[in-house]
């Protein structure tokens, strides 16, 4: 697997502290009753939705959609009917004005999970933005069930059980934190692998997007195996430097000195090693 790496990746837009320190890669893996939840920096939606795709089998739900980079004449976002339209993207709209809850915007968008690429393509970002996954193609009176149970959910426990039936929950903040949550194993270490293309790449766009190969299957086996919970930094162009966490990274934490493992990726040949 590969990935393209654009300049604005999330690694390189973003900063820690007001002294604009790079964002860490983080990664933290709990499971409970076959749903893996993983919490994870950092990272644009467009630069995860492909591996997302798998896990939402048949329709996904945006219950959650806002942006800065569209904004009406009154300076207010534009609703997520309007984005969705603006990218051509084939869906049906579904109205959660009524439910009145957080976390939810007043349109929801039902599409095939594969659309949601051409929903994020274009450059634009989410400053919030919320997928659920299920199979098959959910009533109304469905939709309205997930939108409900998603703005009352508890924010210190995972919601994909909440959801009796769905595959996958996604949420992003700033275009940057993530929460993903599947039950489908296969999510997990896809998108650790990702985020350490997305870091090693993110400096080697100046002269414009670059493309980076995922670790190897067995790399990304064996540091799971070791942890679930890692944080990372680059040191050197091509080298990342990680080490285990007790749990989630926070932006008020600090970013540990100590180096657990090391990672290297060669841009020559592609190749990764894990020292």
Not at 18 to 47: D, H, I, K, M, Y
Not at 104 to 127: N, R
Not at 197 to 203: E, F, I, R
Request: glycine share 10%; net charge negative.
């Amino acid at each position: 697997m590969q990935v393209e790496v654009q300049s604005i990746v999330a690694f390189a837009t973003n900063g820690v502290g007001s002294a604009g320190n790079p964002f860490p890669l983080s990664f933290s893996l709990r499971e409970s009753a076959g749903c893996w939840s993983v919490q994870a920096t950092a990272a644009r939606a467009s630069e995860l939705a492909d591996l997302l795709i798998p896990a939402g089998v048949d329709t996904v739900l945006v219950a959650d959609l806002y942006t800065n980079s569209w904004l009406t004449n009154d300076i207010k976002p534009w609703t997520p009917a309007g984005i969705a339209a603006i990218r051509a993207t084939p869906c049906t709209v579904h109205d959660f004005s009524g439910l009145a809850t957080m976390g939810l915007s007043a349109e929801g968008l039902v599409m095939p999970p594969a659309s949601l690429l051409q929903l994020l393509d274009g450059g634009w970002a989410p400053y919030q933005m919320t997928v659920v996954g299920l199979p098959g193609s959910p009533s109304a009176d469905r939709l309205d069930e997930i939108g409900l149970a998603l703005g009352t959910a508890r924010c210190d426990r995972p919601v994909l059980p909440t959801l009796p039936g769905c595959t996958l929950h996604y949420t992003g903040h700033d275009d940057c934190y993530v929460t993903v949550e599947s039950t489908d194993p296969a999510v997990v270490p896809a998108v650790l692998g990702r985020l350490l293309a997305l870091l090693v790449g993110s400096p080697l766009t100046e002269q414009g997007p670059v493309v980076v190969q995922h670790p190897p299957d067995a790399m990304i086996a064996e540091l799971l195996a070791g942890s679930p919970d890692w944080i990372g930094h680059l040191a050197g162009d091509h080298t990342v430097h990680l080490a285990v966490t007790s749990g989630p990274w926070r932006l008020a934490d600090p970013i540990p000195d100590r180096v657990d493992r090391v990672a290297v990726y060669s841009p020559a040949d592609g190749t990764w090693r894990l020292r």
